[in-house]
Nanobody, 124 residues
Framework: QVQLVESGGGLVQAGGSLRLSCAAS????????MGWFRQAPGKEREFVAA????????YYADSVKGRFTISRDNAKNTVYQQMNSLKPEDTAVYYC?????????????????WGQGTQVTVSS
């Protein structure tokens, strides 16, 4: 089992940047595929990005491609999401998630563990 804790959210102006972190407990972090999702008020949770166990492959939603970068440091049990050129429509609660079996999945139900989320607000 793994516990996930996100940090790094906040309020930023459009065009700005934020870096989210997700710290995982346990010694098996490197065995999990990791992903970021987000949920805006009144909307369903949506996929943002995913990364394979060793970080060799990454996957992005079209809406963030070229602006967001997912990475991981298995020695620190942490996954990151660098978010640049932020837009007001990026405003949401951002969640990290861990999947035991599904590589690069964009489907929330294929993730086994979730963090509590961190709020990102982008002002225009």
């Amino acid at each position: 089992q793994v516990q996930l804790v996100e940090s790094g959210g906040g309020l930023v102006q459009a065009g700005g940047s934020l870096r989210l972190s997700c710290a995982a407990s346990g010694r098996t972090f490197s065995s999990y595929y990791m992903g970021w999702f987000r949920q805006a008020p009144g909307k369903e949770r949506e996929f943002v990005a995913a990364i394979t166990r060793r970080g060799g492959s990454t996957y992005y939603a079209d809406s963030v491609k070229g602006r967001f970068t997912i990475s991981r440091d298995n020695a620190k049990n942490t996954v990151y999401q660098q978010m640049n050129s932020l837009k007001p429509e990026d405003t949401a609660v951002y969640y990290c998630a861990a999947s035991q079996y599904y590589r690069g999945s964009s489907t929330a139900r294929e993730y086994d563990y979730w963090g509590q989320g961190t709020q990102v607000t982008v002002s225009s």
